[in-house]
T-cell receptor, first 112, second 109 residues
Framework: SQTIHQWPATLVQPVGSPLSLECTVE??????LYWYRQAAGRGLQLLFY??????ISSEVPQNLSASRPQDRQFILSSKKLLLSDSGFYLC???????????FGSGTQLSVL | EDQVTQSPEALRLQEGESSSLNCSYT??????LFWYRQDPGKGPEFLFT???AGEEKEKERLKATLTKKESFLHITAPKPEDSATYLC??????????FGQGTRLTINP
């Protein structure tokens, strides 16, 4: 069966520090991979999605970037965090060509 | 602009008190309407996908329905463990879902 791992669960970072969140999927090949952000009281906002290694689509201009160095690995990064980057970050996957998403457990990021 | 709007934002029910959550969408060329359940501090968990007006799907005390403009999540005789935030999302395809803000449901024993 397929599983998705996302870490860390909680992260507190100072403004201006770098960020790296990692997500890996097991039990499937060539998945679509997604990064979403959920701000308090707001819906899920799609940040990036990827349909293959090295292929990244950005949905919202921002302080963040994403990379997919391996088929089942998706990384969310920032060189310098802003206060506005605080939120609940979710990684998700779907089968290639599908829209049904399976989410990881999320990372609560607080930028202070 | 594609948009998904959920109402109410929050709903508090007594155990056994049935109700419905609403999801209205303006996603042109809608190819699918999804319902998810999200517990506090966790990722959303898939519940249902609906593809065409008139379609219905059920799972335990939950039933999802779809019309041309909106979807409803009916909760029959809810229990405290049904307390969660329920999210709906629409898609035109292209591997992207547009999510609503969610309805926070609380079931009091």
């Amino acid at each position: 069966s397929q599983t998705i791992h996302q870490w860390p669960a909680t992260l507190v970072q100072p403004v201006g520090s770098p960020l790296s969140l990692e997500c890996t999927v097991e039990g499937t090949s060539n998945p679509n991979l997604y990064w979403y952000r959920q701000a308090a009281g707001r819906g899920l906002q799609l940040l990036f999605y990827s349909v293959g290694i090295g292929q990244i689509s950005s949905e919202v201009p921002q302080n963040l970037s994403a990379s997919r160095p391996q088929d089942r690995q998706f990384i969310l990064s920032s060189k310098k965090l802003l206060l506005s980057d605080s939120g609940f970050y979710l990684c998700a996957w779907s089968v290639s060509g599908g829209e049904k998403l399976f989410f990881g457990s999320g990372t609560q990021l607080s930028v202070l | 602009e594609d948009q998904v709007t959920q109402s109410p934002e929050a709903l508090r029910l007594q155990e056994g008190e049935s109700s419905s959550l609403n999801c209205s969408y303006t996603v042109s060329g809608l190819r699918g309407l999804f319902w998810y359940r999200q517990d506090p501090g966790k990722g959303p968990e898939f519940l249902f996908t609906l593809y065409s007006a008139g379609e219905e799907k059920e799972k335990e005390r939950l039933k999802a329905t779809l019309t041309k403009k909106e979807s409803f999540l009916h909760i029959t005789a809810p229990k405290p463990e049904d307390s969660a935030t329920y999210l709906c999302a629409g898609t035109q395809g292209a591997q992207k879902l547009v999510f609503g803000q969610g309805t926070r449901l609380t079931i009091n024993p």
